[in-house]
């Protein structure tokens, strides 16, 4: 067993003297003998901390990871390079050990990194406000639905169905507390149908949810879609992934009111879905209505330059029923490596990394869109991720087959849609070279072959 | 006692300047891999490109790593010293943890990897379900949520999940007026209505009170036991008959879990739904602000509303051991009240304390509330054994107490003529991170304490000294404590011009810099006082 307690016999009996109790069971005495336990709880006996070390090792081998296989899976978190300076600094004691900066004081450092994690998130989005972050980017999603809410009282939310699967989950879920109803707008050529968009919007929409590239990894027209939302009162919300922004134009300035995202892709590991952390930006107006934490700069009694947490009068802690979110707890360190990865990949950095994927994903679409039986399932501009379809064959067995191989060939969306069962989402990261791709269209081809001939694939057991 | 004129504080003295401002036009630290691809002209339209690229920091590497040092070094933390902030559970953040998560099987898992290539992942999280089912006492577990007030949210859903599947429609939930502030803030996001119970002479729920307010519309009551001031509600039973009696559910906020593991449970007391904060009880480290995690516990009667995806273990039958599955479909989950967040939920804290847990077991579990309660009393003893200190400082409530205490500051305010606040401020002076201030709100002038139990004796006497010297300073001369603190890299922030609070927009700026008006590839500057 390990203990991280000091107490030792000699401690107990001197604390219990000071104290005035002849036993540690009397310091639990209001507790009523009915209500305490007799049995021990039933769980293993502790370990040490090698033997501890060891079994978390043997599940970990259990797992096929990204360091596994070639993998081509994205569909919301992706095998991005972190780079080693985030490790360090992510591992020092004054990150990792405080908690949230109630006394700004002696918060300096995480203040200031709330700070400029917010000037990042800003100039990404193009939005001039952001908080110090949310839980991750299908809750933001949920959240921004709550700002609409309170913002405008309308009750109808109007969803593309363009967005992460568990976003819009996530959507309908918090809906049911907030009393808003969910409705999705349909696909035309893997972007929203803009037309329809047109036919459901009324006065009575509270708020619009588009996402940036969709999941199918098609860009959407962003501004077309902000124009349609304003012309109603509704608001225009988008859903981003923030590592395309330094290619693909700011939603704010293409008339989005709020615009959220997962921020896995900047910085923070896949850790199979989370810990990440979700941002959130809005516009001006939207100050008040903000959830979560936000750090503010001033100066204090002698002058010096420093920051705060403020406009905490939104707050749980403050406004307690009539808080404009009850988000406690947010993301502070996953947010962290948000902004070391941005000041690390830096303003030509992000751009560079932008078209890099933009031109390996190209390729890669070509290239597998030239095997024989696989077809584009959109024609849409793309900058990371892409579509395909295989008619006539299990995708989720081609994939299995791919995964044999050593090749983990993206997400077979029929696992999201219906309409798509014959679809899979490739994606591509700066990790995923020329060489990577070629061996993906190999083991694609092969995979197909195999699986239309019949032939038995060899599986894994569970 | 003053700074000294000739003594000279560096981190003071050098003040604070964001990256933003650092660097110069030009230079980087990333470094992009060759493009091995033919490259091809526009193939984003030019409506869709990018017009101005974000004015991101430009800095070299050094730079950086010395920036955001040098700005740790401007934070307090739990490894350089004491941290007995009340309701947040600052124990010891073992490293053993940091490494196991990042083992490449856990830190680089794809969270859309088919479940059969992810099996250790799945049968981990379904062995923390069994060991927090068996802590709470309540057998079904969903790890989703993603911190206590997720998990609360989720709760209260759950709640109303319920009711609504037997066609009742209630409208309010109960929340003692001690709870902490995400209770009656959930309520109001999950479209209920708060109705507050009142407290007893004894810092317990006013049971008549209750009676007198629990009725048919009530959903929920909301409860932490032992609560937020420290105590444990002996009529718990009679509290989870009343409201039970009128067809309501019972919430337990786990966030005071940390007395009573392997010592009593919320399942055992009449609980339906109880969250875990994983960074309190559970060593997930707090990161500054986050991450958290917030998984629920919930009775048989709950179980089939629980958010998806759901872990099920599955018997192979012949021979070959279990196997484990994501089950997220309606058809299987048709009740549920739906997903609450992307993927699977915070599975690097689940690897954290799931390895604390098999590093302690069952009995180092009890040891550890044991000790925190321990602790707690004797830090109580100690600082009480000083009259002057049990003078100007009492306990709120009742004689012992649980994992924490709440101690009164108004006969200091009265007498010394230092607030609660002030007391807090000076604390810094002396090295420690001050106790939770002006909450729980019933209590005039409160500091919450909660030492834990990975303190030692000596860090304990060593507090209460301080808070000794603190108080006879104040005899002497209020105002040390009133302008405190003196050694910290920056002092209490001036109110904006009109009284705003600090850091507000219309006292100073927005929430960002504006890079571009205040970097043109300057270079740093170090402002001295």
New interface residues.
Partial sequence: ???????TDD??Q???D????AS?DE??E???A????AE????????A?QD??N??????????????EI?F?G???Y?HYI?S?I???L????????????????????L?????Y???M???TGL??????V?????AVGAAG?LAKLTNGRTRFLVSRGM?P??R??L???S????TTVEEIPLANGVTDLDALHTMLGDDVAAVFIQQPNFLGA?E?V?AFSDAAHAHGALAIASADPLT??????PG?QGVDVCVG?GQTLGN???????S?GFFCAT?AH?RKMPG?????????????????????R?????????T??????????A?AG??Y????????????GE?M???T??ARETLTGIAGVEALHDQ?V?REFALRIPGVDVASV??RC?DAGV?PG?ALG?AYDEFSDGLLVAIT?QR???D?DKLAAVLEEAIDAERSGAPAA???? | MTVSEFARIPMQDDEATTIFEKGAPGRRAFVAPPLDVPQVDGLIPDKFARAAAPRLPEASEPEIVRHYVRLSRRNFDLDSGFYPLGSCTMKHNPRLHERVTALPGHAKLHPFQDPARSQGALELMYNLERALGEVSGLPHVSLQPSAGSHGELAGVLLTRAYHEDRGQHRTTVLTPDTSHGTNPATVTMAGYKVVKVGTNADGGVDVEDLKAKADENVACLMLTNPNTLGVFDPNIEEIASIVHGVGATLYYDGANLNAIMGISRPGDMGFDIVHFNLHKSFTQPHGGGGPGSGPIAVSDRIEPYLPVPVIERVESGNGAGPHFDLIEDDARRPKSIGKLRGFQGNYGCFVRSYAYIRSLGAEGLKDASETAVLNANYLLAKLHQDPEVAQYLPLAFGKLCMHEFVLSGAPMKKELQIKTLDLAKRLLDYGYHPPTVYFPLLVDEALLIEPTETETRETLDGFAEAIVAILKEAKDDPSIAQAAPYSTPVRPARRGRRGEEPGHPSAARLTAVRPGACRSGRRPTTARR
Avoid at chain 1, 93 to 108: A, D
Avoid at chain 1, 135 to 139: I, V
Avoid at chain 1, 325 to 334: R, Y
Wanted: hydrophobic content about 40%; charged content about 20%.
């Fill in positions: 067993m390990t203990l991280y307690t000091a107490v401690d107990r001197a604390m219990l000071a104290i005035g109790v540690v310091l639990f209001t507790i009523p009915a209500l305490r336990m021990r709880l039933d769980l293993p006996e502790g370990m901390e501890v070390y079994h978390l090792r043997d599940l970990a081998s259990k797992n096929t990871s990204a360091e596994d993998t899976l569909a919301g978190m095998d780079p300076i490790d360090m600094l591992g020092r004691s004054e990150f990792l050990t405080p908690y949230t900066p109630y006394q700004p004081e002696i918060s300096q450092g995480g200031q990194v709330m700070f400029e917010q000037t990042a800003s100039e990404l001039p406000v952001s908080n110090a972050s839980y991750e980017g299908p809750s709550y992460h568990h976003s989950a996530t309908e879920t918090l049911v507390g907030y009393g860009i027209d501004a922004l330094g290619v693909l134009e700011a300035n997962e590991r896949l850790d199979f879905g989370g810990p952390f001006e100050l934490r936000i750090a503010g700069e001033t100066k204090d009694v002698d002058g010096r330059r420093g920051f705060v947490l403020t406009l905490q009068t707050e749980q802690h403050i406004r307690r029923e009539k808080a979110s009850n988000i406690c707890t947010s993301q502070a360190l996953n962290l902004v070391v941005l000041s690390w990949l830096g303003r030509k950095g992000l751009v560079e990394l890099l933009l031109q390996r190209h390729y501009p900058v994939v299995s995964q983990n997400f696992r700066e070279s020329k060489a791709i599986g894994v057991t569970a």
